[in-house]
């Protein structure tokens, strides 16, 4: 009610809850002050991207040498980094059978701040959640601790406030290099040989001042972590490859060694004293107590042995083969190697008399059958158990009680852990068509990986809850497509279009290998793996619209009211029945009904490229994914279900179900769905097609250039990210959340 002396925005303001706690917020509301939060999130970052090369070469020598520097602003404020870049590549010739070179490149970054948060769940930071009456800035415009009350209770979150009592240095160095040496030796051998060492240093050293305003010194303080890389790799490789007449040989027999090291080291000091000024330099004086430490080293090694042989006859009928044996030290100490092969053989079948079109350029029919492995594992140390903190536990010797800090066993070994492998078949067609002005190629594979690398459930008396085996299978089919044309061909006006296009298709076809008492295979509902559909299919209750006014009744019978989800009744033989003859429906597990996968089967791109009178360049390019949805709760409206209404928190602009719009499409304030699904989600189309990039290229005629004793000066300019059509509201159709748009400007100059 309208209190004494309350004019009605006021009275208005107290509805929407800004008082108590919000006063703040009501006060700034009826003044008419109001803050665009988008102000102290968002900004215009600028990219300087400057690279310089020199480059020459001799008959027996050659060299390119260059350096660059990058200060990169990302959309969002605090998002910046540096970094510095060099490389060095040369290549000799010594003498006719001896040619050596070498690869070297080295990076520097470093991050100025962290980005102002965005975070999604209600707990998480999130700088736009902060209300438009929230205040910012103070009467003497310094920011404020509290934008929302001006206090610690419900006070808001200003991530620019307490940024000046942060400090942040983080960043990596790494030094990548490839040597390599050729020899050519009689009898149509070679010898060639790389080793590729590499370097990298990461540090992050983070510091939290305890001056910040009612804030607790014992989780203030210094974060700093280190960890170091190095890995190296090395290649043998010989080769014979001979000609006689119209038959080729080629075999080749290589080998392959690698070490892999990582180093890790992180502190969390709290409570510096006597003081924390020093910021992240000083750690000596932390609270012992209130500190903690972590390590993690892991060391890996691989080795590999490879023989393949090519025949050709005539440069028309090809055939290979290759042997290949693989170890890994990441494995069961039974299963560290495993064997693959691959055969394949082509036809260009063009070459054949009998093949006379005219349309037809080159023709080329390919097949190949092989396996493959997988070596991707979370851990390094997975097949191996590992021990853990097992807790203070004491125990009694010779009458007296003696307490020790104990370890337990934290994960459970499996020797027999081995390679993932996959079975692959494929066909293919490669061609050249109507005097070159169209290539392509055509392909259809499919694929079958077993023995996958999965955690396996344990039954709880084992004292375990999973083991890392070998289970599943899984198989892959589709067929990719590749277009190039020349459209067009004039002396002032050019024109090619490149396509490609892409379908895949994805089935489980085992599991766990455990089967129920009619001799299915059970699925896994927990991950949402199903035995005959594809990993990452959406198995979910189905939402068919939203309750009206009129169907108040029906909704209540399942605990809704109007503007909640109506949610499909597909099992009803577990309904209840009412004296009166009712059906009210129960849901669980068996109303659950698959609705599509998250994993997009179709892909495709295109680009074209336009040269106009010589010297100006234009292209554009588009990619879609396709057929793939997801699953959201949005349309739920349930923004305040971690208070932030109630806390005076800002949310999106959304569209929300009242009985004078009765959408089907969006819930109502608050929404539930029924009884036994409560948070149903809502299954989204996630189809797109985004315009990537377009670009705009001008060189400058050499009549001009010469006058000013450069040879070549080309200016560019690119927008990338320009749109995107889609139906999915709730940001980034790929990314789910947020994407930005860049422009890009640049000049090269050639000397």
């Given at each position: 009610t309208l209190g004494d002396n309350e004019s009605l925005e006021a009275l208005y303001a107290r509805r929407m809850g800004l008082d108590g706690d919000c006063a703040l917020l009501g006060q700034n509301y009826l003044a008419g002050k109001i803050y665009d939060w988008k102000d102290a999130t968002y900004q215009t970052g600028l990219t300087q991207d400057y690279n310089a090369s020199v480059s020459g070469a001799t008959d027996n020598f050659n060299y390119y040498l260059s350096f660059g520097y990058l200060n990169k602003e990302g959309a969002i404020q605090g998002d910046e980094y540096k970094a510095y870049r060099a490389s060095m590549k040369m290549n000799a010739k010594i003498?006719?059978?001896?040619?050596?070179?070498?690869?070297?490149?080295?990076?520097?970054?470093?991050?100025?701040?962290?980005?102002?948060?965005?975070?999604?769940?209600?707990?998480?930071?999130?700088?736009?959640?902060?209300?438009?009456?929230?205040?910012?800035?103070?009467?003497?415009?310094?920011?404020?601790?509290?934008?929302?009350?001006?206090n610690p209770t419900n006070g808001g979150y200003n991530y620019h406030y307490l940024d000046q009592y942060d400090d942040l240095e983080k960043g990596y160095t790494v030094l990548n290099t490839i040597f390599n040496a050729k020899l050519t030796l009689p009898y149509g051998f070679t010898y060639s040989f790389n080793i590729a060492p590499r370097y990298q240093w990461f540090y992050d050293r983070y510091f939290m001042s305890s001056e910040l305003p009612d804030s607790d010194p014992s989780t203030r303080g210094v974060n700093r972590n280190t960890s170091k890389k190095f890995d190296w790799s090395l290649n043998n490789t010989i080769t014979w490859d001979k000609t006689f007449d119209k038959h080729h040989f080629t075999v080749t027999?290589?080998?392959e060694a690698e070490e892999n090291r990582y180093w890790y080291d992180e502190i969390h000091a709290r409570n510096i004293t006597p003081t924390d000024a020093l910021g992240f330099h000083y750690v000596s004086g932390a609270n012992k107590e209130q500190s903690s430490f972590y390590t993690n080293d892991t060391h890996s090694t691989a080795a590999a042995y490879l023989g393949r042989l090519f025949y050709g006859y005539n440069d028309r009928y090809m055939f290979t083969g290759t042997v290949r044996r693989d170890g890994y030290s990441a494995f069961g100490s039974n299963n560290p190697w495993a064997t693959f092969w691959s055969v394949g053989g082509s036809w260009v079948f063009s070459e054949e008399k009998f093949v006379d079109l005219p349309w037809l350029d080159y023709g080329k029919l390919r097949v190949s059958y092989g396996t493959n492995g997988n070596r991707s594992l979370a851990n390094t140390y997975l097949a191996l158990s590992d021990l853990k903190d097992g807790g203070v536990m004491g125990y009694y010797q010779n009458g007296g009680q003696t307490t020790i800090q104990a370890l337990e066993i934290n994960r459970l070994g499996n020797p027999n852990l081995e390679w993932e492998k996959t079975t692959a078949y494929n066909v293919g067609l490669d061609f050249t068509l109507f005097d070159y002005m169209i290539t392509g190629s055509v392909e259809w594979y499919y694929k079958k990986t077993h023995?996958?690398?999965?955690?396996?459930?344990?039954?709880?008396?084992?004292?375990?809850?999973?083991i890392t085996t070998n289970l599943g299978e899984v198989s892959n089919s589709g067929v990719e497509v590749t277009l190039n044309s020349r459209n067009i061909n004039h002396e002032n006006f050019t024109w090619n279009t490149s396509l490609g296009f892409s379908y895949n298709k994805n089935t489980i076809k085992h599991l766990y290998y455990e089967y129920d008492e009619n001799g299915k295979e059970i699925d896994d509902t927990t991950n949402g793996w199903f035995i005959g559909k594809p990993v990452g299919e959406i198995w979910d209750y189905k939402v068919v619209g939203i309750w009206q006014a009129n169907e108040a009744d029906e909704a209540a019978l399942v605990n809704q009211k109007p503007g909640d989800p109506k949610v499909a009744n597909i099992y009803t033989e577990d309904d209840k029945i009412l004296s009166d003859g009712t059906r009210v429906a129960v849901y669980n597990d068996k109303d659950k009904v698959f609705q599509g996968t998250t994993a997009p089967p179709i892909y495709w791109n295109m680009r074209n490229d336009f040269t106009l009178f010589k010297d100006w360049t234009f292209s554009f390019s588009l990619y879609s994914y396709m057929g793939h949805k997801s699953r959201a709760g949005y349309y739920l409206n349930g923004d305040n279900s971690g208070s932030m209404f109630t806390n005076g928190c800002n949310t999106y602009k959304k569209e929300y179900w009242t009985p004078e719009n009765p959408t089907n499409d969006y819930a109502r304030l608050g929404a539930v769905g029924p009884s036994g699904a409560t948070g149903v989600n809502k299954v989204y189309n996630r189809n797109f097609v985004r315009l990537d990039n377009i670009t705009v290229g001008y060189t400058i005629p050499n009549r001009i250039t010469r006058t000013l004793g450069v040879d070549r000066i080309h200016l560019s300019a690119t927008v990338n990210n320009v749109m995107t059509f889609d139906c999915w509201e709730y940001g980034d159709p790929e990314t789910g959340g947020f994407s930005n748009r860049q422009f890009q400007f640049g000049i090269n100059v050639t000397l």
């Open positions: 003498t006719d059978w001896l040619e050596i070179g070498a690869n070297v490149n080295f990076q520097d970054r470093n991050d100025v701040s962290s980005a102002v948060p965005l975070g999604g769940n209600y707990w998480d930071n999130n700088q736009l959640r902060e209300s438009p009456f929230s205040q910012r800035y103070d009467e003497n415009g310094q920011e404020m601790h509290y934008p929302r009350s001006g027999l290589v080998q023995d996958m690398i999965m955690s396996k459930r344990l039954p709880n008396f084992t004292g375990f809850g999973s």
